[in-house]
């Protein structure tokens, strides 16, 4: 059975993927406004390399062919292409480089947890209040490093199918 820091992976990886192919599609939106995503954040290493690559591009002075082009050569170069572009249908539609950007950022956070449970657990079972004090401390002191707090991919999903069941097809922006 896969323990919860495995799972934790898995789904930050999922959500890597996505963000891959978000940034194919919308790449001068994630350079402008993911910026503050640390590519140490990423577990893949292909991604890693790939938003390395993206987020240092200069878009001054490029147009959005070359930015595109410039961005595919990144992407073939780190080894993501072609399953960025098999991911490209799973993205939620309206979806952009950002979302993907705050959702890696807040599983993140939540894999840096997951890994301190054994610790955690361990203290308890001990009754090392001493111990489980450290440990919680240390919890505390992780973060994600999105700058706002925003709605998870699943709620904006649940909202997306909300408005259009309603018939409302506008999205505030």
């Known amino acids: 059975m896969a323990s919860m820091t495995d799972l934790a992976i898995r789904a930050q990886l999922d959500i890597e993927k996505l963000f891959v192919a978000s940034v194919i599609i919308h790449p001068a939106e994630a350079v402008q406004k993911c910026g ?4 140490a954040q990423l577990i893949d290493i292909g991604a890693r390399q790939f ?4 987020r240092s591009l200069d878009l001054n002075g490029k147009d959005g062919n070359e930015i595109i082009d410039k961005v595919g050569e990144y992407a073939l170069s780190a080894g993501v292409l072609l399953d960025a572009l098999e991911r ?13 950007a705050n959702e890696i950022a807040r ?6 947890v997951s890994a301190k449970m054994p610790e955690f657990i361990k203290a308890l079972q001990a009754r090392n209040d ?10 505390g002191g992780l973060s994600a490093s999105a700058p706002a707090e925003l709605p998870t991919l699943d709620r904006i999903a649940i909202e997306f199918m909300e408005r259009v069941e309603r018939g409302n097809l506008s999205i505030p922006t």
């Open 88 to 100: 490209s249908e799973d993205l939620l539609g309206g979806s952009t480089p950002t979302m993907y």
């Open 130 to 139: 001493k111990a489980v004090r450290e440990v919680i401390g240390q919890m």
């Open 107 to 112: 599983r993140g956070y939540m894999t840096q």
């Open 51 to 54: 938003w390395e690559s993206v």
């Open 36 to 39: 503050w995503l640390d590519p």
